[in-house]
């Protein structure tokens, strides 16, 4: 098992269209571990595969309360095959855009199509924070971040940080 770095604002991988898994195996299944050591690490509630820089349909959350036991939810190529009508504010995060937050609407409740970490195909429904954060990884999947769906004004400022950030680092 092995934490991963993370991948940060503005590098292009994350932009990039994370292909379908196609075998669940026993490689997969390390990998998952990975993903999901490295979720708790950092700590976050969830992790796409491309915030780690691997371009496939997979992701790991787990929305449980910091007083409950641990309950780590593995989607693979998930789908989303419905929404609801009411929409939800959430005051969203993400690994990739560290201390960065902004409100963002999104569908109260979903369902999600997708296979389990057994391979097993699988329907989730899922509502409140939950469907947030399976919007939200479903996003990352398509190259798509949260800041996308805030004002350009608010997002070009994250991104010249951000930027800006990632030059003083490799300068430093
Ligand atoms: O840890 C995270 N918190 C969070 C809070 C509100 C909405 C979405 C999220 S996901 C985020 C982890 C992350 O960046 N996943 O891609
Ligand atoms: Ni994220």
């Known amino acids: 098992m092995s934490i991963k770095p993370i991948i940060y604002l503005p590098d292009p991988i994350l932009r990039q269209q994370s292909q379908p898994v196609e075998r669940v195996d026993q490689e997969l299944e390390r990998f998952i571990e990975d993903m999901i050591e490295t979720m708790y690490d950092a700590p976050g509630i969830g992790l796409a595969a491309i915030q780690v820089g691997v371009p496939r349909r997979l992701l790991v959350i787990d929305v449980a309360g910091k007083d409950e036991p641990r309950n780590p939810q593995v989607f693979i190529n998930p789908e989303l095959v419905a929404t609801g009508d009411e929409m939800n504010v959430y005051e969203e995060g993400c690994l990739s855009i ?75």
């Open 98 to 172: 560290p201390d960065y937050y902004a409100e963002v609407e999104r569908p109260e409740a979903i369902t999600v199509r997708h296979l389990d970490r057994d391979g097993k195909e699988r329907v989730t429904e899922a509502d409140g924070l939950l469907a947030t954060c399976l919007q939200h990884e479903i996003d990352h999947l398509n190259g798509v971040l949260f800041i996308d769906h805030i004002s350009k004004l608010k997002r070009d400022m994250v991104v010249r940080k951000f930027t800006k950030l990632a030059r003083q680092r490799v300068t430093a």
